[in-house]
């Protein structure tokens, strides 16, 4: 398809596992943004890719949080020893532009419900 | 840190116009206003963004006041599609691009 591509969109883990959440972003988009969304919560805002490198990780809320993007396109979020706080949607965009000045119009994902028992 | 303030909700008439506020007051001459929504059970969706002039397309516009401190998503004639938490952004200048999100409005149109 022509949007961004979330996987999985369902995940169900126990207290302590490892997860990997996956975004295809749109081609030829270079910026990438990961947020989250806790339940009837609004968005929070976790890092930011332009290519593959990420110029901001401050949302990221623990170090048990990692992300990473490869060959420009393909990104990974990985959540180790999960927490029953890190329950949530986690939320992928993609977009042409990124940088200092005007982001240009961000596209989303459905989003990988991350819950964690 | 959301840096906006929006009112938690509203509701409107179908067919009715619907007028979002937004302040942002501590808004630099440099900051872009974007506007997203999310409807239930889905991934926010791009509605409008802008500097200084109103802006205008196919979905709504958004009129920005002379001193940029607030501005207004306007939707048209509301339909029940358009229920859905309304989002206003700044796109503030070197923070990389990064668009923090507030709470929203929740807007619920009524047939």
């Known amino acids: 398809g022509a949007g961004v591509s979330q996987s999985p969109s369902n995940k169900v883990t126990e207290k302590g596992k490892d997860v990997e959440l996956r975004c295809d972003p749109i081609s030829g988009h270079t910026a990438l943004y990961w947020y989250r969304q806790s339940l009837g919560q609004g968005l929070e805002f976790l890092i930011y890719?332009?290519?593959?490198?990420?110029?901001?990780k401050s949302g990221l809320p623990s170090d048990r949080f990692s992300a990473e993007r490869t060959g420009g396109s393909v990104s990974t979020l990985t959540i180790q020893r999960t927490q029953q706080e890190d329950s949530a949607v986690y939320l992928c965009?993609?977009?042409?532009?990124?940088?200092?000045?005007?982001?240009?119009?961000?596209?989303f994902g459905e989003g990988s419900r991350l819950t964690v028992l | 840190d959301a840096k906006t303030t929006q009112p938690n909700s509203m509701e409107s008439n179908e067919e009715e116009p619907v007028h979002l506020p937004c302040n942002h007051s501590?808004?630099?001459?440099?900051?872009?206003i974007h506007w997203y929504r999310q409807l239930p059970s889905q991934g926010p969706e791009y509605v409008i963004h802008?500097?200084?002039s109103n802006v205008n397309n196919r979905m709504a516009s958004l009129a920005i006041a002379e001193d940029r401190k607030s501005s207004t998503l306007i939707l048209h004639r509301a339909t029940l599609r358009d229920a859905a938490v309304y989002y206003c952004i700044l796109d503030i200048y070197n923070q990389g691009g990064k668009l923090i999100f507030g709470q929203g409005t929740e807007l619920s149109v009524k047939p």
């Open positions: 501590t808004i630099s001459g440099t900051d872009y």
């Open positions: 965009a993609s977009s042409r532009a990124g940088g200092p000045a005007n982001t240009g119009e961000l596209f």
């Open positions: 890719f332009q290519g593959n490198s990420a110029p901001d």
């Open positions: 802008g500097l200084t």
